[in-house]
């Protein structure tokens, strides 16, 4: 990403993962020097340049934002404070805001590339995805200033899932199926309960062992629900020309018993799991049965233009059943590799 060596960056939302981006930030400044941090917003306070000269420290910052007494800058307000810049500048959205993400397109129409994990700017809806790639750089309308977009980490995070997609498609290649397990909170939850050797623990055991190993949010319906997942699908599949609406418009299996869908938090949520432990057994004894294993995964069928999220068998020799504690895999079947698959596997 060239046009970040030589930027005036702006990091939205200072929090755990905006924390990490300035960490990675700092290592990267000092091979690439021209580049400014000069504002930092978070949901109750913010820390901007006081002039375009004199960028904020990036090894002081977290003590100069505790400090700060400065309101968080609206949208409205950080558009025209980069706007008013001279150099090429980039806003890093580590939230997951929906309101941010339907700003993109200004931002981009003003020359301001966008990096972000944020999923909701790219599997909400389908005008808001059109609007982004429009409002974007295109190489054949070079005198169109518009800013760049990259959001590799809104699917696999650390893994080259969305370049590895858009390195087929520009070369030529014709995707045919992509499937994968897309969560690392599912991937350590079933390798857990349904591994290759062994039985397994119960799972509402499980579902709590990943929360408290940090592994789900605070809800863990949050991930049980499947959303997550078939926000990914969403994403790969628009890359691949899909039209597809929302996550409403395929089926997306929710791993939240009826129940419980109501119940009023998430430690009522966990407590009562174990209520439900038969259902899943029965799942996973009927899979072993055939001398298989459970994992939930998603795909995305292009020939037939189908998305599915859900439970599905494999057999033990199988890439997805062979995976470990919290990886990801996703697998590319296209007309170059045929019933090989490429295939990108990683911490997820």
């Known amino acids: 990403m060239a046009v970040i060596s030589y930027a005036q960056m702006t990091a939205r939302r200072a929090g755990g993962v905006g ?56 949208i409205e307000q950080t558009l025209k404070f980069l706007g008013e810049l001279p150099d090429k500048r980039v806003l890093v959205d580590n939230t997951s ?10 931002f981009l129409k003003q020359g301001i590339s966008v990096v972000t994990p944020n999923k909701k700017a790219f599997s909400s809806s389908l005008r808001l995805w059109h609007a982004i790639v429009e409002s974007s750089y295109r190489p054949y309308e070079p005198y169109l200033a518009r800013g760049l977009i990259y959001h590799e980490s809104s699917v696999g995070a650390g893994l080259p899932i969305i370049s590895t997609l ?42 709590r062992k990943a929360k408290d190993a940090g592994f789900t949010e605070p809800d863990p319906r949050d991930d049980l629900n499947g959303v997550d997942v078939a926000r990914k699908l969403v994403i790969l599949a628009r890359i691949v020309g899909l039209e597809v609406e929302s996550t409403d418009s395929f089926p997306v299996q929710s791993l939240i ?29 009927e899979a072993a049965s055939e001398g298989m294993v459970v994992r939930f995964v998603g795909s995305v069928d292009v020939r037939g233009k189908k998305l599915k999220v859900g439970l599905e068998r494999f057999d ?29 596997r990683g911490a997820g």
């Open 97 to 106: 805001s929906q309101d941010v993400a339907d700003a993109y397109p200004a």
């Open 166 to 207: 858009k390195d087929l498609l520009h070369t030529g290649d014709t995707v045919h199926r992509i499937e994968g397990v897309f969560s690392g909170t599912m991937s350590f939850l079933f390798n857990n309960f349904a591994p290759l050797e062994g039985a397994g623990g119960t799972w509402s055991t499980q579902v």
């Open 257 to 285: 018993p009826k129940e419980l869908e109501g119940v009023g938090s998430g430690e009522e949520f966990l407590e009562r799991l174990s209520e439900f432990d038969g259902r899943m057994d029965e799942v996973r004894n």
């Open 19 to 74: 924390r990490h981006f300035l960490s990675q930030l700092s290592l990267l400044s000092q091979k690439l020097p021209n580049i400014s941090l000069v504002l930092i917003s978070r949901s109750t306070k913010s820390l901007r340049a006081s002039h375009r000269t004199t960028p904020l420290s990036l090894s002081t910052w977290e003590k100069d934002l505790e400090a700060s007494t400065s309101p968080p800058l609206t």
């Open 316 to 344: 033990k020799g199988h890439p997805i059943a062979g995976l470990g504690g919290s990886d990801n895999i996703v697998s590319f079947y296209t007309e170059r590799y045929g019933d090989n698959p490429l295939v990108v």
